[in-house]
C-alpha cells in the first residue's frame, strides 16, 4: 500500500490580522413633514355625493395651496363611491339610505413648524385629519453618509487600541 500526502504552502508569509467593527451614528432635525386629509361626502344618489365630494376636494386643494404648499405636494389617493344601508333586524330587510363619496389626499410640506396651522386649514376647509403629522429627513443619503464615516473612526480605533 502506498500512502500519499501533499501540503501547500503559501509563497508569502502570513500576516497578522485583526478584524473589528465600529458603530456611527447621525441624527438630524426633521426637515420635511406629511400628513393625510380626506373629504366625505353623504348624498342621496351616487352622483351627487361624487360631485359634492369634488366640490370639497377643489376647496380643500385651494386652501392648502393659498397656505403655501406647492400642487405637487398634494397627491390624491384612495378614492370611493359607495352606498350605504341601514338593517332592520326585526325584518331583516335592507334599505337602502344614500351613498358616500370619500377621497383622501397625503400632503406634504418643508413647513415643519407650520404642519399645526396647516391641519387647521384643512378642518377649516371641511376636511378631516386622517391620523398623525409624520416628520422626516429629506435626504438620508447625507445622514448615512455621516455615521457611516463616524463607524469607520470607531472602528480604526478599536483596530489601533487592539493592535497596541
Known amino acids: 500500500m502506498v500512502f500519499g500526502t501533499s501540503m501547500a504552502f503559501a509563497a ?26 380626506s373629504v366625505e361626502t353623504k348624498a342621496d344618489t351616487a352622483q351627487k355625493a361624487q360631485a359634492e365630494n369634488a366640490t370639497k376636494a377643489e376647496t380643500l386643494v385651494q386652501a392648502l395651496v393659498a397656505d403655501g404648499v406647492d400642487k405637487e405636494d398634494i397627491i390624491s389617493g384612495s378614492y370611493y363611491v359607495t352606498p350605504e344601508y341601514s338593517y332592520e333586524p326585526e325584518t331583516g330587510k335592507e334599505t337602502l339610505e344614500g351613498y358616500r363619496a370619500y377621497q383622501r389626499f397625503t400632503v ?42 463616524a463607524a469607520m473612526t470607531n472602528a480604526k480605533q478599536t483596530a489601533d487600541f487592539t493592535a497596541s
Open 12 to 37: 508569502e508569509p502570513v500576516q497578522n490580522t485583526i478584524q473589528v467593527t465600529g458603530n456611527g451614528r447621525a441624527s438630524a432635525t426633521p426637515d420635511r413633514a406629511s400628513m393625510y386629509f
Open 108 to 149: 406634504e410640506t418643508d413647513d415643519v413648524d407650520g404642519v399645526g396651522a396647516l391641519m387647521q386649514t384643512a378642518v377649516n376647509a371641511g376636511a378631516y385629519v386622517d391620523g398623525n403629522a409624520r416628520f422626516f429627513v429629506k435626504d438620508t443619503n447625507a445622514l448615512y453618509q455621516k455615521a457611516l464615516a
